[in-house]
């Protein structure tokens, strides 16, 4: 019999989430936290469910008063809404308008930039936004999948089907760096391009990012030290769906097309763990609350669900009913729960709980009584 070992969670800890569906619904999940923490509820939905509404792409522009919420919609639209509230701030119907049909160049990434934000208003920023066909000829062929914008705002990253991973500068809006096919395998079999995520491993050197592919590898590319990958790590047997980053820079979290979420080590590519619990769909996106030790995955199982990235036990699970394709943290959630009343006894009813608890004596010692009596009939 293998040996096992059960570890107790602590709960949920005070923190705040919204997620994206398929159906193009916002859905806000709060955890109170408390002394024995608390599982995350959700405690309001945004929108109406509509199909061609789908949420292919999501971004938080996390700040201490009116965050914001950039939502690429499948019908080709882009919203930017209130984080606190879910109110409508921009609406965009067509953002390239293009004559292809939104199938055709669908929106795969939208990012609200920090730095372009507005002096008159708090509530005004500027967006990036990247479609399949791709702009400023970031895909000379193929269709672009994912796109990522660094920690300084200063250089994008894309990659998808038939496109290496490239970088650019966005102030000069050019390609800087492009990266190069891997050699072909022992068995002389070449490995097609087709990236489906990436992200940048710290937030202070753009230098450094992971992509993850469609042939269930995950790679570190290093643009100062060489043009193909620096470490490549196979993870199970299906693509990879989703990759996120931790703050210490060093440690990335995969999630893969059949439900395996694990982290690793990025700089030796050693398998850290995985976390326990299986998914039962594909996992879609995974976020890294900025404070807490704790991220979050969402995917086809219809399921959020937070974890503790040091024991890599499951804190929460909530069930959302529609395929998720999106999670993002609202950092700067508070939640303090209110004390608990404490009622002081008045001299009159400490003294009625005084003579009950004497009358219950009473009650006990006349029963005694009664047996002795009756056992000394006995005898006689």
């Known amino acids: 019999m293998p040996r096992t070992t059960t570890v107790e969670s602590s709960g949920c800890p005070p923190l705040r989430a919204l997620t994206f569906d398929v159906l193009g619904l916002v859905k806000v999940l709060e955890a109170r936290g408390g002394q024995n923490g608390d599982s995350a509820k959700?405690?309001?939905r945004w929108g109406d469910p509509d199909a061609s509404k789908c949420v292919l792409s999501a971004s938080i522009l996390d700040r201490e008063s009116d965050s914001l919420v950039g939502i690429a919609r499948k019908s080709g639209s882009v919203e930017?809404?209130?984080?606190i509230n879910g109110d409508?701030?921009?609406?965009?119907?067509?953002l390239f308008q293009s004559a292809a049909s939104p199938e055709d160049d669908a929106i795969v990434g939208v990012h609200l930039l920090k730095k372009h934000e507005s002096a008159s208003s708090s509530r005004s920023c500027a967006l990036l936004a990247s479609t399949t066909k791709g702009h400023w000829n970031a895909c000379e062929s193929g269709n672009l999948l994912c796109s990522k914008v660094s920690e300084d705002e200063n250089h994008v990253l894309f990659g998808g089907k038939g496109v290496e991973v490239n970088l650019w500068d966005l102030h000069k809006c050019e390609?800087?760096?492009t990266a190069k096919s891997p050699s072909k395998d022992n068995l002389g079999i070449f490995t097609p391009t087709w990236f489906t995520c990436a992200t940048f491993l710290s937030k202070d050197d753009h230098r450094k990012f992971v992509a993850g592919t469609n042939s269930h590898q995950a790679r570190l590319y290093d643009i100062s030290a060489q043009r193909r990958p620096v470490i490549s790590i196979d993870f199970r047997e299906t693509s990879i769906k989703a990759?996120?980053?931790d703050i210490d820079g060093n440690t990335i979290y995969i999630g893969n097309g059949s439900g395996d979420l694990a982290s690793?080590?990025?700089r030796t590519g050693k398998l850290l763990g995985c976390f326990i619990g299986k998914c039962s769909g594909g996992i879609r996106s995974i976020a890294r609350h900025p404070e807490l030790p704790v991220i979050a995955s969402c995917g086809l199982d219809s399921y959020l669900r937070i974890w503790d990235i040091q024991s890599r036990q499951l804190l929460s699970a909530v069930f959302l009913k529609q395929h998720l394709t999106n999670v993002v943290f609202d950092s700067h959630f508070r939640?303090?729960?209110?004390?608990?009343?404490q009622v002081e006894n008045t001299p009159e009813e400490d003294y009625v709980e005084a003579t009950s608890v004497k009358r219950k004596k009473e009650h006990h010692g006349s029963k005694k009584l009664k047996s002795k009596r009756r056992s000394k009939c006995e005898e006689d």
Do not use: M, N, R, Y
Not at 335 to 341: D, T
């Open 335 to 341: 939640s303090e729960a209110p004390p608990a009343p």
């Open 88 to 94: 409508l701030q921009v609406h965009i119907p067509d």
């Open 80 to 83: 930017v809404i209130s984080a």
């Open 264 to 266: 690793f080590d990025i």
């Open 175 to 177: 390609k800087i760096w």
């Open 243 to 245: 990759v996120s980053e």
């Open 42 to 44: 959700v405690v309001e």
